[in-house]
């Protein structure tokens, strides 16, 4: 029998992207104070993400009803100059975010975690995917528009790339998936090593040249 997948995600982005995927799933959200265990981490940031995925999904398996599930959890950080920029704190928070990225190349970093329990005991596969990203040079105005809609708050580095009247990137150099939470290549590499094999590849372009990017610090 098929272990049924669990998406622990409270983020919407990440639930309709894998629904692409056309593989049955449900979703709940992991227990755990995220902020207070990424604390904790002393490792390089590029991997904070993927350590957070893991933390996430440690955390789902604490919950009895998750024992019997194959889960799927991911983090997505944004560094600037390697420095991690996380969600903002409040809206003076998030112009300064905005501020520091506005025509400039950073990074984001979505680590992806599948793990499951086999005769007790956690089996955990994670990667993570680093997409460069350009800003443009947008005004304070558009910051100052952009934070009273309220999308910045819930977002890795107070921004979306797909809110549509901000449009805050000028150029993507890989995964836009993986900008938004979920590369599903990625994912779909993760998936392979417990037999799973996705309906659809999700992605628009068939033949998507950052694949071999996104498999990137893969780690047991
Ligand atoms: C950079 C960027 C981030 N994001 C989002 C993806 C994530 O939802 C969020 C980063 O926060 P995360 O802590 O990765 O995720 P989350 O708290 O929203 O959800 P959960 O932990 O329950 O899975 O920022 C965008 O939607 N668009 C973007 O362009």
Not at 59 to 77: G, H, I, Y
Request: with cysteine; proline share 6%.
């Amino acid at each position: 029998m098929t272990t049924p997948l669990l998406l622990a995600s409270a983020s919407p982005r990440r639930r309709q992207i894998l629904a692409k995927l056309g593989l049955p799933y449900t979703v709940a959200v992991s227990p755990g104070d995220e902020d207070a265990a990424q604390a904790q981490y002393k490792g390089p940031n590029d991997g904070l993400a993927q350590w957070t995925a893991a933390y996430k999904a440690l955390m789902m398996f604490s919950l009895p009803e998750t024992a019997d599930q194959l889960v799927v959890t991911a983090d997505t950080t944004v560094l600037l100059d390697d420095q991690v920029l996380g969600k903002p704190r409040d809206a003076a928070h998030a112009f300064e975010l905005l501020s520091s990225l506005r025509g400039r190349w950073h990074r984001v970093v979505t680590g992806v975690v599948v793990s499951r329990l086999v005769d007790g005991q956690l089996q955990m596969q994670g990667a993570s995917c680093s997409t460069p990203v350009l800003m443009r040079p947008y005004s304070d105005d558009e910051i100052n528009a952009y934070i009273a809609s309220g999308d910045p708050l819930d977002k890795a580095g107070a921004y979306g790339i797909q809110h549509a009247e901000f449009q805050p990137t000028e150029s993507i150099d890989g995964c836009y998936y993986n900008v938004v939470g979920l590369p599903l290549c990625t994912l779909t590499h993760l998936l392979a090593s417990f037999d799973v094999q996705p309906v659809s590849t999700g992605c628009e372009d068939t033949a998507c040249p950052w694949s071999a990017r996104c498999h990137i610090s893969a780690q047991s």
